[in-house]
């Protein structure tokens, strides 16, 4: 409908009329919900967008968008464990999920090396195994060395990733 073209033409205030409009109509559908919450969130209101991707899921636990774009929320908002354990729970549920792991890997380039090592020694241990974490390092194209371990692997392909903040919806 109308909400989802506004919103592709970054009309996100007028696209929430839209939203609000399908949501009186179907007020337990998860895309909307989720699509208000995406346009919440680009128009800065990134506490109000959790709560729409929190309503969608309560509806649906395993909506994947919903899960990413409150990961990014998250991130917005400075809340990196809670955003990195959210992309790590989308890649569980979905290990091909690409938005997801550019936007884990977005995350992981801006923060300071000691909080890297931290956060992805944390999560792999609890959320996913390191060979889904080489996945998303792969995508590193300009490694000019041969990393002697997990950590510096990881270092070196987060510190060849473009350092900008550009979530993917």
Avoid at 122 to 141: A, D, F, L
Avoid at 142 to 164: C, D, G, M, R, V
């Amino acid at each position: 409908g109308m909400g989802p073209a506004l919103y592709r033409l970054c009309k996100f205030d007028q696209s929430l009329i839209f939203f609000d409009d399908s949501l009186n109509h179907d007020p337990n559908n998860v895309e909307i919900i989720t699509n208000k919450g995406s346009a919440l969130g680009k128009l800065g209101y990134f506490s109000e967008s959790i709560f729409y991707y929190d309503q969608a899921l309560k509806i649906d636990s395993d909506f994947i968008p919903a899960i990413n774009n409150k990961a990014n929320a998250l991130a917005n908002t400075g809340k990196y464990d809670e955003s990195i354990s959210l992309y790590y729970d989308a890649l569980q549920k979905n290990p091909n999920y690409y938005t997801a792991k550019k936007n884990l890997a977005l995350v992981l380039s801006e923060l300071p090396l000691e909080n890297k090592v931290i956060s992805v020694e944390h999560n792999c241990s609890e959320k996913i195994s390191s060979e889904k974490i080489s996945q998303v390092e792969n995508n590193s194209k300009h490694q000019t060395k041969k990393p002697s371990n997990f950590f510096e692997e990881i270092s070196l392909a987060f510190s060849s990733l473009s350092s900008f903040f550009g979530f993917q919806n």
